[in-house]
């Protein structure tokens, strides 16, 4: 596509509620990443994909985060048993990869709150 | 690991005046630096980016950007505010593949 999709872009769940947050990159770009931006943290990195592998999943803040990567594109980030300092905006970006890797663009991120 | 430290949280300025964001950089390698902005509910857009060719760099919406190797400084300048500027603005390094941001510097234009 022509941008970085996320869906959905807001989303509502009860306490220990499993959550699924999609990506969409942009058609071509083989590195894709998941960040976090919460109050008071700032942007903070979760995981990089390079196509469907994930070599550094570093950022995942505790075993109930997950995330995979299809056919090279589409981007699925899970969290499970949902707790309320998981509230936070969950920003997608995607770049063509590469060493002359300068283009990261992001999508409009997919706001969570957990009641 | 390269890291990037910005300067103010918070930047007031009046409509017509100098907007001036501090950035600084830490990296051991010739750095690759961004500018992005960040309207309310919105993703993360580009501004401007460094990849070591001119050491002044010109952006959108007026907004440019001095590499200086000396001060390990990105400033990120714009000479007349607009109201339409107010959001809140990252400075990023690229750290090895992927993106490190500073805390973000929020603007606020004053009429």
């Known amino acids: 596509g022509a941008g970085v999709s996320q869906s959905p872009s807001n989303k509502v769940t009860e306490k220990g509620k499993d959550v699924e947050l999609r990506c969409d990159p942009i058609?071509?770009?083989?590195?894709l990443y998941w960040y976090r931006q919460s109050l008071g943290q700032g942007l903070e990195f979760l995981i990089y994909?390079?196509?469907?592998?994930?070599?550094?999943k570093s950022g995942l803040p505790s075993d109930r985060f997950s995330a995979e990567r299809t056919g090279g594109s589409v981007s699925t980030l899970t969290i499970q048993r949902t707790q309320q300092e998981d509230s936070a905006v969950y920003l997608c970006?995607?770049?063509?990869?590469?060493?002359?890797?300068?283009?990261?663009?992001f999508g409009s991120g997919t706001r969570l709150t957990v009641v | 690991a390269q890291s990037v430290t910005q300067l103010g949280s918070h930047v007031s300025v009046s409509e017509g005046a100098l907007v001036l964001l501090r950035c600084n950089y830490s990296?051991?390698?010739?750095?690759?630096l961004f500018w992005y902005v960040q309207y309310p509910n919105q993703g993360l857009q580009l501004l401007l980016k460094?990849?070591?060719?001119?050491?002044l760099v010109k952006g959108i919406n007026g907004f440019e950007a001095e590499f200086k190797k000396s001060e390990t400084s990105f400033h990120l300048t714009k000479p007349s505010a607009h109201m339409s500027d107010a959001a809140e603005y990252f400075c990023?390094?690229?750290?090895?593949?992927?993106?490190?941001f500073g805390a973000g510097t929020t603007v606020t234009v004053r009429a």
């Open positions: 994909f390079q196509g469907n592998s994930a070599p550094d």
């Open positions: 990023a390094v690229r750290d090895d593949y992927k993106l490190s």
């Open positions: 990296s051991s390698v010739p750095p690759y």
């Open positions: 460094y990849t070591s060719a001119a050491t």
């Open positions: 058609s071509g770009h083989t590195a």
């Open positions: 970006a995607s770049s063509p990869g590469g060493p002359n890797n300068y283009g990261y663009t």
